[in-house]
């Protein structure tokens, strides 16, 4: 099990928020303040320069995720972190951007990144807390199994290749 932490800054609303849901859930750590969170966690960050892939298994302990608007985000706090990576190309199941690649929630990020680790029991569990969650795992079913087995980023990349 990694212990899950998000860095949230109250820009969305909170009736939709899916980080609120888990952290009420007490499946998620939530933090007003980015420089609260441990440097040794592992950011998603869609403007990390490496995959996220099984190859970062080993050296994760905690997974963060960013729940704010990326139009407010001071980026050279995120800039500086060691340990961030993307997520590869996955639709979104939200009712808001529902099909839409790479427009997830925070909790879809999540649970996307557990399945990639080799957690996915953690990720049907942080879901099944969000009523349309579980169509996220269903309908990305097939990149999900694809990436979870990919030796390293390059490979993620390669593979994602197939689903564009």
Same mark, same amino acid.
């Given at each position: ?6 860095? #949230? ?13 888990? *952290? ?6 939530? /933090?007003?303040?980015?420089? %609260? ?11 990390? *320069?490496?995959? !996220?892939?099984? %190859? ?13 608007? @990326? ?9 500086? @972190?060691?340990?961030? #990576?993307? !997520?590869? /190309? ?13 427009? !997830?929630?925070?909790?879809? %990020?999540?649970?996307?990144? !557990?399945?990639?680790? $080799? ?11 969000? $009523? @349309? $969650?579980? #169509?996220?795992? =269903?309908?990305?079913? *097939?990149?999900?199994?694809?990436? %979870? =087995?990919?030796?390293?980023?390059? +490979?993620?990349?390669?593979? =994602?290749? +197939? /689903? /564009?």
């Amino acid at each position: 099990m990694i212990t899950l932490l998000a860095y #949230r800054d109250n820009s969305c609303d909170p009736r939709k928020c899916t980080m609120k849901k888990l *952290e009420r859930a007490g499946m998620v750590r939530v /933090f007003s303040r980015l420089s %609260a969170i441990p440097r040794t966690s592992l950011i998603l960050d869609p403007t990390a *320069e490496q995959a !996220l892939s099984p %190859a970062d298994r080993k050296k994760t302990k905690t997974i963060t995720a960013l729940d704010c608007s @990326w139009e407010v985000l001071d980026t050279d706090k995120v800039r500086s @972190w060691k340990f961030k #990576r993307a !997520l590869p /190309f996955l639709l979104a199941a939200n009712p808001v951007n529902f099909g839409r690649p790479f427009r !997830l929630t925070s909790a879809e %990020a999540m649970a996307a990144a !557990l399945v990639i680790l $080799g957690e996915s029991q953690q990720a049907d569990d942080i879901l099944s807390k969000i $009523g @349309w $969650g579980i #169509r996220f795992l =269903q309908l990305n079913e *097939e990149p999900l199994s694809a990436y %979870a =087995q990919a030796k390293n980023s390059q +490979e993620v990349i390669a593979i =994602q290749g +197939e /689903f /564009f």
